[in-house]
C-alpha cells in the first residue's frame, strides 16, 4: 500500500499539505509555511522580460550592441541592461566617459528604430577603495540603469568593505550592487561584510542587490536572496554576460530566486521596458 498515489500532489494530499515545490525542500520553515496557506508562488522563467547585466563590447564583451539585441529577441525577452565595466578597470576595456556618451547616443538611436526590443544605457562602475564611484554623479544621472560593484581590495578588513559598499548604496543614482557578495564558486571566498549592515542600508536607500547568473558566480546565493526578500529589498537578475551564449544563464539566476522564495514581484526583471523605467527614476 501506498501513502498516496501515483503523484507527489497526492502525497502531499495525504498529510494535509499544499505541494511544496522541490526547490523549498530545505527545511527553512516550508512545512509551516504550507500549513498556514503562506507558501510563495515562485518566480517562473517565463516571467523574465529582460536581463539588466550584459557586457558589450564597448568594454571586454564581445557583441555589438545589435548583436546582444538579436539574442535578446531569440530568447523572447524584451529588453536589455548593457552595463560595461567603468574607466579605471582598464584590465576589462573600462569605458572612458567620451565612450560612455556615445554609446548612449548609439543607445537612443537603436531603441527610435526597435519597436520590440528595448536597451538600457547602462554601466556596471567601480566602487572605489574610498567607497566613492568611478563616475561623478553628473554622468551617472545620465544614465538608465547603474549597478554598483567591487573589483579591486578584495582582501580589506570587514569594516572597510561594508563601509565602501555601504557608501556606494548612499549614491542616489546607484539602483542594484552587483554579485554582492564577490564569491567565485571552487575559486575564491566573498569578501568579508557585515551583511546586516548592508541589508540595513539596501532597505534605507532603496537599492536593489543582484542575483549573478553566471554559473561561477550565483551570488547572492539562495539563503541571502531569502533574507533579502524576508527584509523587503527587490532582487535584479543580472547574466553578466561577456559572451551571447551566456545571456542563457539567466535561468541559473531564476533557479536560485526559487530556492530563495522569491516571487515574481520580489525581481525587477519581470517588469516591462516601461514600467522598470519608471521604477528606476523613483531613486534619483
Known sequence: NYIGGKEEEEVFKAVDLPY?????REDRGEIEAGLQNKLPKLLELGEIKGDLHVHSKYSDGAATLSEIAEKAR?????WVAVCDHSQSLKVAGGVSVEDLR????EIEIFNQSSSDIKLLCGTEVDILNDGSLDYPDEILKELDFVIAAIHTGF?????????RMVKAMENPYVHSIAHPTGR??????????????V???????????????YFKRLDLNDILSKTARDKG?????????HILDQMEYLRLGVFVARRGWLEKGDVLNTMSYDQLIHFLKRKK
Open 184 to 197: 567565485i564558486i571552487n575559486e575564491r571566498e566573498g569578501y568579508s561584510l557585515n551583511l546586516e549592515q
Open 233 to 241: 529589498i527587490k532582487l535584479t537578475i543580472g547574466t553578466d554576460a
Open 74 to 78: 531569440k530568447m523572447g525577452l524584451q
Open 199 to 213: 541589508f540595513a542600508k539596501a532597505v534605507q536607500t532603496n537599492t536593489c542587490l543582484e542575483i549573478n547568473a
Open 102 to 105: 556615445r554609446k548612449r547616443r
Open 20 to 24: 511544496i515545490p522541490p526547490e523549498l
Open 155 to 163: 582582501k580589506q578588513d570587514e569594516a572597510t568593505l561594508t563601509t
